[in-house]
Every structure is written in C-alpha cells, then in structure tokens.
Antibody, heavy 120, light 107 residues
Framework: EVQLVESGGGLVKPGGSLRLSCAASGFTFTDAWMTWVRQAPGKGLEWVGRIKSRSDGGTTDYAAPMEDRFTISRDDSKTTLYLQMNGLKTEDTAVYYC???????????WGQGALVTVSS | DIQMTQSPSSLSASVGDRVTITCRASQSIRSNLSWYQQKPGKAPKLLIYAASSLQSGVPSRFSGSGSGTDFTLTIISLRPEDFAIYFCLQSYSPPFTFGPGTKVDIK
C-alpha cells in the first residue's frame, strides 16, 4: 500500500524557516517524481514544485512565488522528500501536501497534508 | 504560464442528476489534464488522468473528455458521496496549474 506521510508543520513567525518531510513507502521511491502542492485555508490548490527522480536528472521546478525561497530535495536512502521553506510570509500559511507524479498525467497518490501557519 | 479556468464555480444538484464541469486551458495542453475530488479536511483524490482515463478504483459514473484546451468532467447519476469540490490540473508544462475548483452541493 502506498503511503505518504508529511511531518514538520507548525507555527512559525514571518521571516522564519521550516522544513517539511514526506516519508514514502509502498512504491519504488527512487523512480518516482515527487511534487508538493499547498492549499491556503478555504482556498484552492496551488502547485509548489517538484523534483524528478535521480535517474532522470533529479532536477527541480518551482512555481514563481516560491522559487527563490523554497527548496525541494530528496533522500532516496531514506525514501523521504523534503521541502525547505525560508523567508516565510503570512501568505504561505497553508496545508502542504506531497504527492507522486503519474508520468505527466497527474498526481496519483497524496499524503494527508501538513499545516504550516505563518503568524507573529 | 498556462492559466486554467473552470465553470461553473459552484452548482447545486440532486442525487441522480447528471453533472458536467468544464475546464479550459489558456493554451493547448494536449491531454495532460487530470481531475480531482476533494472533501473537507481531506487530501485531493485523483479521478481522471490523461483527460479521459479513469483512475483505478474510481466508479465508472465519472468520465472525462477533451484535448487541447477544452475538457469536461461528467458525473452521471450523482450519488450522495459525490458532493465535494472538483479541481482540474494541467501537467503539460511546469509551473503546473490547477483550476479554481467547482463546488458541487446538494440542491
């Protein structure tokens, strides 16, 4: 059974940093392209960015609002995906989901989400 | 960036109704369009991928169609568990973008 479990969410002050983790199991993580999606309270879904598998270059892509502040990485030995968030703003308050990319067709498995609240 | 629009933004329907939601891309995304269902407090769930392929385990009353810029999600014979918010996603070219969502509630 595929499982994605996010952790590391919490309350952080504006300008602060936080690192989210996504522990994966039930599939071959090393082959997976992984993505992060967020959802502000009461709002729609917003793609944050993704990381390709190491065999496909391990490169990353980001949405413009996050490109200079967020970094996606992976540790295949731990089957874990990370989202390092720096310079957090109040508008980054959201539930952050990790998900697996199903080729270029969509995101087929999702974690339960981690809430990040940016507030003074 | 590719912009996605969805219509309607909300609709009220009854159990047994046929529901159609449309999604439009600002440029061609071929068939790189997927549909998701989200219920309150839950993660989105993939329903349709590659515009018209039914994800494993999803009931056959859900179907998708379209290619290029115009896409449709259809639910035939709406069931109580289908009341939710539906989103489309283009995964043709990053940055990937979601539609704003369609809320389906009970009439």
């Amino acid at each position: 059974e595929v499982q994605l479990v996010e952790s590391g969410g919490g309350l952080v002050k504006p300008g602060g940093s936080l690192r989210l983790s996504c522990a994966a199991s039930g599939f071959t993580f090393t082959d997976a392209w992984m993505t992060w999606v967020r959802q502000a309270p009461g709002k729609g879904l917003e793609w944050v960015g993704r990381i390709k598998s190491r065999s496909d270059g391990g490169t990353t892509d980001y949405a413009a609002p996050m490109e200079d502040r967020f970094t996606i990485s992976r540790d295949d030995s731990k089957t874990t995906l990370y989202l390092q968030m720096n310079g957090l703003k109040t508008e980054d308050t959201a539930v952050y989901y990790c998900a697996t990319e199903f080729y270029s067709w969509g995101f087929n498995y999702w974690g339960q989400g981690a809430l990040v609240t940016v507030s003074s | 960036d590719i912009q996605m629009t969805q219509s309607p933004s909300s609709l009220s329907a009854s159990v047994g109704d046929r529901v159609t939601i449309t999604c439009r891309a600002s440029q061609s995304i071929r068939s790189n369009l997927s549909w998701y269902q989200q219920k309150p407090g839950k993660a989105p769930k993939l329903l349709i991928y590659a515009a018209s392929s039914l994800q494993s385990g999803v009931p056959s009353r859900f179907s998708g169609s379209g290619s290029g810029t115009d896409f449709t999600l259809t639910i035939i014979s709406l069931r109580p568990e289908d009341f939710a918010i539906y989103f489309c996603l283009q995964s043709y070219s990053p940055p990937f973008t979601f539609g704003p969502g369609t809320k389906v509630d009970i009439k």
